[in-house]
């Protein structure tokens, strides 16, 4: 009889999860026993995991239980951590591999790591010897996040970084396929959701109801396997030429995008990886849009999966994903009874472009309870988001055909002709807008109560101000010829007032008819 394959790190059985509860109080836990917690409504942080993982890790953990719970056919998450543990175990026919991350036997899977077919790592070229190695962060030079901070791994380091790498990743060159859940290869993943609060906790079991809510309406919509299907991919042996299809898949499955097994080399785990010919999931023509509960889906025949860029969740792109104006808002967005009277809107995307990283981005947005309720009405939740529309428009217009215009005669001296192209405004039109993402949502929920000229005019009011400040700050603040500098803020502060009040009149509803007028168009007006 041969031996069992040797193992190493068993998430099932060994605590490799450090946690924290709200009193500060630690505790090592294993994986069933941080799903026991979360499932019983325990507050649980995870020391080690670092911000850009947290959607990663969430995902992974709502997708794994609600995996769990359906083949256990139990909706029921606050039992113990037994139970929990026979729940995992029956997701991998009893085995405990998938759940190790060493196994020296690579016809077996280790954790996020398929067999091998070839049974030996000789082609597995790319070697990881820090966990952060494996990560998605990529940057051009080693300034923000150092390339193999963690010098001293733990498995918890390993984990963490697995579930970031093959649930979240995208491509990264000939060979580095990325997820099925993302809008081509070099987009992201994104998440927005609603809660009680930003706490995992808070998320874990309703995040949970909402896949499992969605389950019959994902095998109708993509086709998913109505029974048996696939739901941890990493059991399944991969050879990086073949492709599932999303008819073999569990619709709620949980990936891996790349060929890598992890080994131990003198008592120290390190990573070892080659590339494939195919994605791990043929999806290509999806877009990204597969159901996952967390990503808004554009509207019209292409149907792509939301890409955040650089610029992050601005209030344009947030009012646009909330009133569901150009997206189809994500499922998981959808306000719930154990949301309470002041739920969140949490949204949070690491933003990715072709080989590089641009930005972790999250936004909680607090609703307010009259806010919460006019969400669950129809008629108001459409006229806030005409309203949200509306003002985004008239934000910009501030921004356009009175600020910058403005900025351009004082950055150029008040020259007779003014180059509107000019690139210098643009760092002080970027201050506004985010002054105006400052006070966006306030304005917008004390204005569902007004008439729409009486909303129209303080909001216009509001940004006309906060660019007049703006305005302000660039007088003191950009270098002038002396000679002319009367003369440059002069023309600044007329052209400003001139346009506020030629675009904007509403905004001056007792403005005295002697009012400066807006001085002649120029050659720039239409960009104005």
Request: aromatic share 8%; proline share 6%.
């Amino acid at each position: 009889m041969s031996d069992p394959p040797k193992m190493h790190h068993n998430l099932l059985t060994e605590p490799l999860l450090d946690v924290e509860s709200l009193d500060g109080a630690r505790a090592a836990v294993t994986l069933p026993g941080a799903l026991a917690r979360l499932g019983a409504g325990v507050p649980t942080e995870f020391v080690a995991l670092q911000s850009h993982q947290l959607h990663a890790w969430h995902a992974f953990v709502v997708q794994l239980a609600a995996l769990a719970a359906h083949h256990a056919a139990s909706e029921d998450l606050a039992v113990d951590e037994d139970a929990w543990r026979e729940r995992l175990r029956a997701l991998t026919d009893g085995r405990d591999e998938p759940w190790c991350l060493v196994v020296d036997d690579l016809a077996q899977p280790a954790f996020l790591q398929a067999p091998v077919p070839e049974a030996t790592l000789d082609g597995f070229k790319r070697r990881f010897e820090s966990p952060d190695r494996l990560d998605v962060l990529v940057t051009s030079k080693n300034h923000d996040v150092k390339l193999q901070r963690v010098r001293i791994a733990a498995p918890q380091h390993w984990v963490f970084a697995l579930v970031m790498l093959q649930t979240y990743e995208g491509f990264l060159g000939v060979g580095n396929y990325g997820i099925a859940r993302m809008n081509g290869g070099f987009a992201s993943r994104p998440s927005l959701g609603a809660a009680r609060s930003p706490a995992l906790v808070d998320r874990f079991a309703r995040d949970v109801a909402v896949w499992t809510a969605r389950r019959e309406s994902l095998i109708s919509l993509f086709g998913y396997a109505p029974s048996g299907g696939l739901g941890l991919l990493w059991c399944a042996p991969w050879d990086g030429k073949a492709s599932l299809a999303l008819s073999e898949l569990d619709p709620c499955f949980i990936e891996v995008c790349r060929r890598l097994r992890l080994v131990s080399r003198g008592g120290r785990v390190e990573g070892v990886g080659t590339g494939s010919e195919a994605a791990r999931v043929a999806a290509k023509t999806l877009h990204g849009n597969t159901g996952d509960v967390w990503t808004p889906i554009r509207k019209g025949d292409e149907g792509e999966a939301l890409t955040v860029s650089g610029g992050g969740f601005t209030y344009s792109l947030l009012q646009d994903l909330l009133f569901e104006t150009t997206f189809v808002g994500a499922a998981a967005q959808a306000l719930r009874p154990e949301d309470g009277d002041t739920a969140v809107i949490i949204a949070r995307v690491l933003a990715r472009g072709q080989g590089e990283t641009n930005g972790l981005h999250e936004r909680v947005l607090p609703l307010p309870p009259k806010a919460r309720g006019w969400f669950a009405q129809p008629a108001a939740r459409a006229r806030l988001g005409v309203l949200a529309k509306r003002r985004v428009e008239q934000a910009g217009g501030v921004r356009l055909k009175v600020l910058r215009p403005a900025l351009c005669a004082l950055i150029q001296a008040g020259a007779e002709k003014l180059d509107f192209t000019d690139k210098r405004p643009d760092r002080w039109t970027a201050i506004l807008d985010g002054r105006v993402d400052a006070i966006f949502f306030e304005h917008l929920w004390d204005a569902v109560d007004l008439d729409d000229n009486t909303a129209d005019a303080r909001w216009l009011d509001a940004v006309i101000k906060l660019a007049r400040t703006v305005l302000t700050e660039a007088v003191d603040a950009v270098p002038l010829p002396s000679m002319r500098r009367f003369r440059a803020v002069a023309a600044a502060q007329r052209l400003f007032e001139g346009a506020a009040r030629k675009h904007f009149g509403i905004a001056f509803p007792t403005a005295p008819s002697t009012t400066t007028p807006a001085p002649p168009a120029t050659e720039g007006d239409d960009a104005r």
